[in-house]
T-cell receptor, first 115, second 111 residues
Framework: EAGVAQSPRYKIIEKRQSVAFWCNPI?????LYWYQQILGQGPKLLIQ????????DSQLPKDRFSAERLKGVDSTLKIQPAKLEDSAVYLC?????????????FGEGSWLTVV | KNQVEQSPQSLIILEGKNCTLQ??????????LRWYKQDTGRGPVSLTI?????NTKSNGRYTATLDADTKQSSLHITASQLSDSASYIC??????????FGKGNQVVVIP
């Protein structure tokens, strides 16, 4: 079974530039998550989708971050304009559905460095 | 505040030895407790999931325990191997399928 696919794996950009990350969840998984993980910390939820609808985006900095999952399958996370503090790993994860006890599978992450 | 605290922050152990990682959580209403292993440069991988009615769950050389009364969990690694070097993240699920992540226990196994 293929896992959660993310690209690009690494990205270096200058502050005020824009960047986009792509995620393809495990086939059949209705729930998709984007997390931000700063070095030495645990992941922080940015946005959660159920199919193509947003379940939770309360911690998404909407002035610069946006995410979409138009067809309820793959998803894109965009940052524009980037700040130095956005340097982090952006993890995409998916699960069958949003129910208690469901295993959440993570991708390998997209490493962003803003200089 | 819904949060998860892990200790020790980091530890170094000799190959073949055992170690125990601690997790304290304060979330409500509690749903389940998860442990993930995250290798350097990789995404987290699920080790165990325990509901409040489960006291212990094993996955190979990893054994997790849960005390829902004291809101504590531990992850025991038996006969450590070099490949166990990683960050171990405790995650508490609560409320409307929300997750609270700890900062992780950084484990380094040396030969």
């Amino acid at each position: 079974e293929a896992g959660v696919a993310q690209s690009p794996r690494y990205k270096i950009i200058e502050k005020r530039q824009s960047v986009a990350f792509w995620c393809n969840p495990i086939s059949g998984h209705a729930t998709l998550y984007w997390y931000q993980q700063i070095l030495g910390q645990g992941p922080k939820l940015l946005i959660q989708f159920q199919n193509n609808g947003v379940v939770d985006d309360s911690q998404l900095p909407k002035d610069r971050f946006s995410a979409e999952r138009l067809k309820g399958v793959d998803s894109t996370l965009k940052i524009q304009p980037a700040k130095l503090e956005d340097s982090a790993v952006y993890l995409c994860a998916s699960s069958l559905r949003t129910v208690s006890g469901n295993t959440i599978y993570f991708g390998e992450g997209s490493w962003l460095t803003v200089v | 505040k819904n949060q998860v605290e892990q200790s020790p922050q980091s530890l170094i152990i000799l190959e073949g030895k055992n170690c125990t990682l601690q997790c304290n959580y304060t979330v409500s209403p509690f749903s389940n407790l998860r442990w993930y292993k995250q290798d350097t440069g990789r995404g987290p991988v699920s080790l165990t999931i325990m509901t409040f009615s489960e006291n212990t769950k094993s996955n190979g050389r990893y054994t997790a325990t849960l005390d829902a009364d004291t809101k504590q969990s531990s992850l025991h690694i038996t006969a450590s191997q070099l490949s166990d070097s990683a960050s171990y993240i405790c995650v508490a699920q609560y409320g409307n399928n929300r997750l609270a992540f700890g900062k992780g226990n950084q484990v380094v196994v040396i030969p």
